[in-house]
């Protein structure tokens, strides 16, 4: 199973691939069946598919295991069955219920750093990412070092960016300068 074990917060879904071989030229459908130990309340796992025909000589499922909100914190076992006839061989994985993380936000630049030639203009994306269910209005400000009469000019737009939970919002950084602007390196 891939990955053999995996942390979800609580309210999260997790995903696992399940891969299945043929051994000693096995051709024929497998029928699969889970269990989680210790149990969850209000858990929902689903397998994708729930049988499959090894005529090829191998195949694979999905298990996506969604997490309630309300699942205890603990260390889960899954165990996966693979039934045909008489045959039967299993898997296990771990699966970690943590707390899931504050509600923040994250940002990045594309690209990440920039030439500009003197007198002229270049841009870049600012990306703001929702953390942890964060929703609400971030105010973006500018700044540059060195800073001195001759840096370059910088300019947000917008300067203030509304993400939705779970949502990403961008901003588009302009750096202007000018025939006098200093040849340092700047960070922005």
Request: charged share 5%; hydrophobic share 35%; aromatic share 4%.
């Amino acid at each position: 199973m891939n990955p053999a074990s995996m942390t979800a917060p609580e309210g999260s879904l997790a995903s696992f691939t399940v891969s299945f071989a043929s051994l000693n030229s096995f051709a024929g459908s497998v029928n699969l069946n889970y269990s989680l130990s210790p149990g969850i309340t209000n858990v929902t796992i689903a397998l994708n598919p729930s049988s499959l025909s090894l005529l090829t000589g191998a195949g694979a499922s999905t298990m996506t295991v969604s997490v309630p909100a309300s699942a205890p914190l603990n260390t889960y076992t899954i165990t996966i069955d693979g039934i045909s006839g008489r045959l039967s061989h299993n898997v296990t994985s771990i699966l970690r219920a943590v707390l899931p993380p504050s509600p923040d936000f994250s940002t990045s630049a594309t690209p990440s750093r920039m030439n500009v030639t003197r007198g002229s203009a270049t841009s870049g994306t600012i990306t703001l990412t929702s953390i942890g269910g964060f929703a609400g209005t971030v105010d973006l400000t500018t700044s540059i070092s060195p800073s001195s009469g001759s840096s370059p000019s910088l300019v947000l737009n917008p300067n203030r960016v509304t993400l939705l939970s779970g949502g990403t919002g961008n901003a588009v950084l302009t750096i202007s300068t000018t025939g006098t602007t200093s040849r340092e390196s700047t960070r922005s």
